[in-house]
Nanobody, 126 residues
Framework: QVQLVESGGGLVQAGGSLRLSCVTS????????MGWFRQAPGKEREFVAA???????????EYTDSVKGRFAISRDNAKRTVYLEMNNLKPEDTAVYYC????????????????WGQGTQVTVSS
């Protein structure tokens, strides 16, 4: 059974930074695609960033356009942890952020992931 636990959310002023962490247990972490999604009140869960194994020790990243240049996804396989570094935060980044793991080919879709964390709240004040 794969379990994911997010942490690092909180309240921050616009322009500030936060670092989210997602610790996993179970499964073969090194080869999972790992994604971050977010869901604001009244909206659907949306893709934020993903990092996938492309063979050997190479991992590729992708981002939704609204966070490019501000957010960075990374992973530490030894710690079985994926991170989301968020800089220059904006009020529109306010949402519950979810970590996900899976082998799906569509890493920008919720259907590309089999396992999900419980979420961590990020609130950005203006």
């Amino acid at each position: 059974q794969v379990q994911l636990v997010e942490s690092g959310g909180g309240l921050v002023q616009a322009g500030g930074s936060l670092r989210l962490s997602c610790v996993t247990s179970g499964g073969t972490f090194n080869t999972y695609s790992m994604g971050w999604f977010r869901q604001a009140p009244g909206k659907e869960r949306e893709f934020v960033a993903a990092i996938r194994w492309s063979g050997g020790s190479t991992y590729l990243t992708e981002y939704t356009d609204s966070v490019k240049g501000r957010f960075a996804i990374s992973r530490d396989n030894a710690k079985r942890t994926v991170y989301l570094e968020m800089n220059n935060l904006k009020p529109e980044d306010t949402a519950v952020y979810y970590c996900a793991a899976g082998y799906g080919t569509n890493r920008r879709s919720v259907y590309g992931y089999e396992y999900w964390g419980q979420g961590t709240q990020v609130t950005v004040s203006s």
